[in-house]
């Protein structure tokens, strides 16, 4: 499975927009990129899935450039109860592919 | 809400001794997997069943054990317990294959 790489922590104030990168120089061609967002003591939540270019829902935006070795999950207007952990995950469809492995992740600070 | 329910919700117990965490799936989904999370660090993925057998698995001693029932809930038994087996322990079910898992929220499990 494809390695990924984010930032450790990020600060931001409420009202702002925030762009969280991943780098995943190795994602295999039916790898799909999946984003999940973690307050403390709580599992994970799904926030965003996308394989290329843009993925939009109510919550947030993925892009993904053509050469899918990165992508930036964007939180638009962010408000104190975003304050909490991102992960960045690859993976593909199918079998046990299903899996998630988990780096760090990203912790996210929302001030006032 | 994921619909996802795992208990208890905490526990405490002795090195050695044994243990049992439960989890109820989502209704529809067929596949569950088991994680390990400790404190600071993204969750470990133990390993997944589908179809009441275990696909996948990551790198956990033999000491952990599981079961998927026919109505798709799951067990997660861990013998001869460590005091580095003290984590949140979290159960995600899905769709066979799917990367958008509904994880539950979790048992704290402390190791003394």
């Known amino acids: 499975l494809a390695k990924t790489t984010q930032p450790i922590s990020m600060d931001s104030y409420e009202g702002q927009e925030v762009n969280i990168t991943c780098s995943h120089n190795n994602i295999a061609t039916n790898d799909y990129i999946t984003w999940y967002q973690q307050f403390p003591s709580q599992g994970p939540r799904f926030i965003i899935q996308?394989?290329?270019t843009k993925v939009t829902n109510e919550v947030a935006s993925l892009f993904i450039p053509a050469d899918r070795k990165s992508s930036t999950l964007s939180l638009p207007r962010v408000s104190l109860s975003d304050t909490a952990v991102y992960y960045c995950?690859?993976?593909?469809?199918?079998?046990?592919?299903?899996?998630?492995?988990f780096g760090k992740g990203t912790k996210l600070s929302v001030k006032p | 809400e994921t619909g996802v329910t795992q208990s208890p919700t905490h526990l405490i117990k002795t090195r050695g001794q044994q243990v049992t965490l439960r989890c109820s799936s989502q209704?529809?989904?067929?596949?569950v997997s088991w994680y390990q999370q400790a404190l600071g660090q993204g969750p470990q993925f133990i390993f997944q069943y589908y179809r009441e057998e275990e696909n996948g698995r990551g790198n956990f001693p033999p000491r952990f054990s599981g079961l998927q029932f026919p109505n798709y809930s799951s067990e997660l038994n861990v013998n001869a317990l460590e005091l580095d087996d003290s984590a949140l322990y979290l159960c995600a079910s899905s769709l066979w294959g799917n990367t958008e898992a509904f994880f539950g929220q979790g048992t704290r499990l402390t190791v003394v």
């Open positions: 996308g394989y290329k």
């Open positions: 995950l690859v993976g593909g469809y199918g079998g046990s592919q299903g899996n998630l492995i």
């Open positions: 209704s529809g989904h067929n596949t």
